[in-house]
């Protein structure tokens, strides 16, 4: 199909637009590729879920995410997942992306299309396939004024996953066919229960049974000493109540065991293969490949590296997603969005310091409060799971046809 004229126009003016130096690309992978685009922050982290279970689903399978050079690539990045800062859009940086990593199909997510680059994806037959979609069509950037643009940006998109009917309705009015769209609601980003160790987690829970249990995940230097005094003000309340606390770095566990046992606290050091006891006051548990266990084991969660403003917060879907009520400190620009959604559905709340961090546990440790919460964090985890799974399936299928092909 001949281009319309706003988008030729487009692609000409893009020819002599000021290109960006980026980074040296990784190899690519050999096997298949899913190029998942993500466009704002906000897709970075459902993008990165989906990545994982469907490497988990297909042998050599490795996912792409891009993104603009603005949104900064994520600390860690699971296995078979790779990342690429994408410039300004023009067709010569379109060409060299897509020359690197010739990807098998495209997963853009919400919206904001850069015509260029899916203008030479669909040049070289990507199957394009729009999701999550919310009504934003074009890049801010682009030139909405060029007659066709929207239309011609989308056209080449064989399927379209609106977020709501009124996104579908914007998206009908710019062009896209109403057999090629669909409504399905959110993709959240979710998350997948943590494994755990069966006959651990049954010898715990017989020895710990009666005792109220809260957990401190991820907890900076400079934290320790807020919830040690939150655990000793809570401890006035609730006699026999177990901390199991959890360092942001594991190699800081002999020192914070140490720490605690010359500030006169019984701990147990789960790393050095003691045991809890009846005596027990704090569990040190160093070792972040049993998280799994631990969030299983708590029905309170503190998700710590947020209650000092240097710090930016942790996850707290894994903790959501096995049943713990949540709470953490005020600073979690690192995963903001879900804590506003966990805080909305009542499944999480914000604690500023010792005093209102023991008021909050003390609260909790109510078997009907802390079930309120947990039931309402693990409806926000699960919600969207439908979407994804239908998105794992239209991928699975396409290259399925592909490899056929």
């Given amino acids: 199909m001949r281009p319309s004229l706003g988008m030729r126009a ?9 290109e960006l130096g980026t980074a040296e690309r990784p190899l690519r992978p050999m096997g298949e590729l899913v190029w998942a685009h993500a466009p704002v922050p906000e897709a970075v982290m459902p993008l990165l879920r989906l990545a994982e279970r469907l490497i988990a689903q297909r042998v050599r399978l490795s996912v792409l995410i891009s993104a603009p050079l603005a949104i900064p690539r994520p600390a860690e990045l699971p296995p078979g997942v790779l990342w690429d800062g994408l410039g300004p859009d023009s067709l010569p940086l379109a060409e060299a992306f897509l020359d690197h990593w010739t990807p098998d199909l495209c997963l853009w997510s919400e919206g904001y299309l850069e015509p260029a680059l899916v203008a030479c994806a669909a040049r070289r037959d990507v199957p394009l396939y729009l999701i999550d979609a919310t009504g934003a069509v074009l890049a801010p950037d682009a030139p909405v004024w060029l007659p066709g643009l929207a239309q011609a940006v989308l056209a080449p998109f064989a399927a379209v996953m609106a977020r709501t009917a009124n996104a579908a309705q914007v998206l009908r009015r710019a062009g896209v066919a109403l057999s090629d769209i669909s409504v399905t609601g959110p993709m959240q980003h ?10 651990e987690h049954a010898n715990l829970t017989t020895a710990l049974a009666g005792r109220h249990l809260w957990l401190a995940a991820f907890a900076e230097p400079d934290e320790i000493g807020i919830i040690t005094r939150a655990q000793r003000l809570a401890s006035r309340t609730a006699h026999r109540l177990l901390l199991v606390l959890i360092p942001a770095q594991q190699a800081q566990g002999p020192d914070l065991a140490r720490r605690l046992d010359h500030e006169g ?35 309170i969660a503190l998700m710590a590296s947020s209650l000092g403003a240097d710090h930016a917060g942790c996850d707290p879907y894994p903790a959501a997603a096995l049943g713990s009520a949540i709470l953490s400190g005020p600073h979690v620009a690192a995963h903001r969005d879900s804590y506003d959604r966990l805080s909305a559905a009542g499944g999480a709340r914000t ?12 609260r909790l440790i109510a078997p ?18 439908e979407v994804t799974d239908r998105v794992i399936d239209l991928v699975l299928d396409t290259l399925d046809l592909g490899a056929v092909g």
Avoid: K
């Fill in 190 to 199: 979710g998350a997948s229960a943590l494994p755990c160790n069966e006959t």
């Fill in 351 to 362: 604690v500023q310091d010792a005093d209102g961090l023991a008021a909050a546990v003390i």
């Fill in 265 to 299: 606290w019984r701990v147990c050091h789960w790393s050095e293969g003691a045991f809890p006891d009846e005596t027990t006051q704090i569990l040190l548990a160093d070792s972040h490949d049993e998280m799994g266990l631990w969030y299983r084991l708590s029905p």
């Fill in 10 to 18: 487009y692609l000409a003016l893009g020819r002599h637009r000021l």
């Fill in 368 to 385: 009907d409060q802390a079930a309120h919460m947990a039931h309402a964090a693990w409806e926000v985890v699960s919600h969207g799971a």
